[in-house]
């Protein structure tokens, strides 16, 4: 026995790929220019580190030789987010930002812990360190540091991936500013725990940037509901379209940072249908959830009220 459905797939208004996919490809511009800063900090500060035997500034090199990764992975992950779909991956690659971002939240956690157990071993037993190189190296890598990040806030794409990058330059920015002051207290002081207290520091602003950071990809790759999508609200605006009685089987999740997504199923009384068919119907549907919640990637299942017992019955089943 056969059963007529009204089905239907609605997507809503244009240009949500278009300027996603310029967002990215300025974001990778950025992300370039930061790659060549970082790099050559890293390297002078690892020289410095070594020269002057302070551990702020060898810690601060590690967490830019993690930036230096995490940027390449930023990277990567934004050029293949920009692939195409294919037969199997129909929604194309945009996850590829949001592991990239997660794999940089476990580095920056990574990094926390050997900062954190390094700064401790020193509290113990304090190391000589050369205050004035040590104070200049991080000046260097402050000020660079300075020009990364505001290369990376120039961003609008609220891209997870992006902001990845923006919260592993933010705590080398905080590493600088701490090697810089813990440069200075060991010259005009003398007491050389603060190089160890410094690393402490920097540890501690990186735990809850990196924890929020795994905690926001968690949400994506779980498929949970976003933050600004009110889904009791988006039901009783779908209610409010003429004809819709009923709205089930709501869910909504996010491809990727900037890209929600939803879909339902939505009865709508027989005579509406009749009178108006199934497209303007989608398209009224379509044009509620992008017009109230920014969503324009939606789908629709239309289903008439004479077929919500047939549906019962399956649920039934």
Do not use: K
């Not at 990778?28 to 930061?34: F, T």
């Not at 790759?221 to 009791?232: G, K, M, N, Q, R």
């Not at 900037?258 to 044009?287: F, K, Q």
Request: hydrophobic letters at 50%; one cysteine or more.
């Amino acid at each position: 026995m056969g059963h007529s459905h009204g089905h239907g797939h609605g997507r809503g208004g244009g240009g949500g790929h278009g300027g996603h996919a310029a967002g990215r490809a300025a974001d990778r511009r950025r992300l370039r220019i930061v790659l060549g800063v970082t790099a050559s900090v890293m390297v002078l500060e690892v020289v410095g580190g070594l020269l002057t035997g302070s551990l702020a500034l060898l810690a601060d090199a590690g967490h830019m030789a993690t930036d230096a990764g995490g940027v390449v992975l930023a990277l990567g992950a934004s050029y293949l987010a920009a692939r195409p779909g294919g037969p199997r991956s129909t929604f194309g690659y945009h996850r590829a930002e949001i592991l990239a971002a997660a794999v940089n939240g476990l580095v920056l956690l990574g990094v926390c812990a050997y900062v954190a157990w390094a700064g401790i071993s020193r509290l113990g037993d304090p190391t000589p360190v050369d205050a004035a190189p040590m104070v200049a190296v991080a000046l260097v890598g402050l000020v660079a540091n300075v020009v990364s990040l505001s290369v990376l806030n120039r961003s609008d794409t609220g891209s997870l991936n992006m902001r990845g990058a923006i919260s592993e330059v933010f705590a080398d920015l905080v590493g600088s500013l701490l090697a810089v002051v813990a440069g200075v207290v060991i010259w005009t002081t003398g007491w050389e725990r603060a190089d160890a207290v410094a690393s402490l520091v920097i540890a501690a602003l990186i735990l809850p940037r990196a924890i929020l950071l795994i905690r926001d990809a968690a949400v994506v790759l779980l498929e949970i509901a976003p933050d600004s999508l009110d889904l009791a609200d988006v039901r009783e605006h779908l209610l409010g379209v003429p004809g819709v009685v009923d709205v089930h089987d709501l869910h909504a999740w996010t491809i990727t940072s900037g890209i929600p997504s939803l879909s339902a199923h939505v009865t709508v009384t027989d005579a509406c249908l009749a009178e108006r068919g199934v497209g303007p119907t989608l398209d009224e549907l379509s044009h509620c959830v992008a017009e109230h919640f920014s969503v324009r990637h939606a789908t629709f299942q239309v289903e008439p009220v004479s077929h919500r017992s047939h549906e019962d019955l399956g649920e039934a089943h």
